[in-house]
């Protein structure tokens, strides 16, 4: 047993000819409190073997089997002000490529990861301990084939996810975990796209192209709520692939008996599902305004009609 020291540190365990740490020993950080770094097997200076790696406050932040000072097995433990997330696996170069991950010592998912970030095949937890989904993933993202689960642990959702999203085509069912409800295409997490919404009895409800939710060849109206001018000019900056505009013939409010945007904003144009909206100005706000148009819906446009009074060509 030996003690050798530096400026930084002081290492006391057993040494090889050259002094270096080689077998079992603890390290320390020559500060007023002597923080443990590390204790276990040393292999000619380097953490080699079973050892625990410790933080400033003292806390285990790796233990398990070490080659050349990197952690190739065991645990992973990252402390936060608000949480613990913890990490048991396999590990290259210090970082996870395959195993658990835990958020305040509950299990959130299972399978290979990169950067540290579920990715590839894997599986996702609820809080209770049921499975959340299963499948392909990328960066913490659900992308790829998989299946979404109830927090009940049935069955909600079988096929594509893109952005975390339930997106391109799959099957949704009930909260029983066996009956359809629907099957087609999605457009995140809406339907959307060819598809057929069923009844619990197994029957058809609607058939056809929906859009966002709703089925467009039964009722291929939307009417939503108004914000204020401001946010139509943040629209348009910001969205820029809108699929067409709709022809106006007047923007009308029914409350103040007023026309809007007659002369300077003649066109309405069509915004991406949960953002596009039919305006008029601040002074007025939360008001709904309808317009007449005469706009051809695209079956592959992911923008829908806002008018109330919709005229096909």
């Given at each position: 047993?030996?003690t050798?020291?530096n ?5 006391e365990?057993i040494?090889?000819?050259a002094n270096?740490?080689n077998?079992?020993?603890s390290l320390?950080?020559n500060?007023d409190?002597r923080?443990?770094?590390y204790?276990g ?5 380097n ?9 400033r406050q003292?806390?285990?932040?790796h ?11 065991g645990?992973?433990?990252v ?9 048991d696996?396999?590990?290259i170069g210090?970082?996870?490529?395959r195993?658990k991950?835990?958020?305040d010592?509950?299990?959130y998912?299972?399978?290979?990861f990169?950067?540290?970030l579920p990715s590839?095949?894997?599986v ?6 049921n499975i959340?989904y299963k ?6 993202s659900r992308?790829?084939k998989?299946?979404s ?6 069955l909600e959702y079988f096929g594509d996810f ?8 799959g099957?949704?069912y009930?909260f ?5 409800a629907?099957?087609?295409?999605f457009?995140?997490?809406d339907?959307?796209g060819q598809g ?5 009895d ?7 192209r929906?859009?966002?939710g ?10 939503l ?10 629209k348009e900056?910001s969205?820029s692939n809108a699929?067409m505009d709709i022809?106006?013939?007047s923007?009308?409010d029914?409350?103040t008996?007023?026309?809007y ?5 003649p ?6 599902h949960?953002?596009?909206e039919t305006?008029?100005?601040t002074y007025?706000e ?10 051809k ?6 923008f ?6 919709h005229?096909?060509?």
């Amino acid at each position: 047993m030996k003690t050798v020291q530096n400026d930084m540190y002081t290492y006391e365990g057993i040494t090889d000819e050259a002094n270096e740490p080689n077998g079992f020993g603890s390290l320390y950080l020559n500060n007023d409190v002597r923080s443990l770094v590390y204790v276990g097997e040393w292999s000619h200076g380097n953490r080699h073997g079973h050892g625990n790696q410790h933080d400033r406050q003292h806390r285990i932040t790796h233990t398990g089997t070490f080659e050349h000072n990197a952690l190739v097995k065991g645990t992973y433990n990252v402390y936060t002000p608000n949480k613990k997330m913890r990490y048991d696996g396999d590990f290259i170069g210090g970082s996870i490529v395959r195993g658990k991950m835990y958020m305040d010592d509950e299990l959130y998912y299972e399978g290979t990861f990169e950067n540290e970030l579920p990715s590839g095949i894997g599986v996702l937890y609820w809080g209770n301990g049921n499975i959340r989904y299963k499948g392909e993933l990328k960066a913490l993202s659900r992308q790829g084939k998989g299946e979404s689960y109830f927090s009940s642990g049935q069955l909600e959702y079988f096929g594509d996810f893109q952005n975390d999203c339930k997106h391109g085509i799959g099957t949704y069912y009930d909260f029983d975990g066996k009956t359809i409800a629907y099957i087609g295409g999605f457009y995140r997490n809406d339907f959307h796209g060819q598809g057929t919404k069923y009844n619990k009895d197994g029957s058809v409800s609607e058939q056809g192209r929906f859009s966002f939710g709703m089925c467009m060849d039964k009722k291929p109206v939307i009417n939503l709520p108004v914000t204020n001018y401001t946010d139509i000019v943040k629209k348009e900056q910001s969205i820029s692939n809108a699929s067409m505009d709709i022809p106006t013939t007047s923007l009308f409010d029914v409350n103040t008996r007023t026309n809007y945007f007659s002369n300077d904003f003649p066109n309405n144009r069509l915004f991406e599902h949960r953002r596009y909206e039919t305006y008029q100005p601040t002074y007025y706000e939360r008001q709904p305004i309808y317009v007449e148009c005469n706009c051809k819906y695209s079956d592959d446009s992911i923008f829908v009609c806002a008018a109330k009074n919709h005229k096909p060509d």
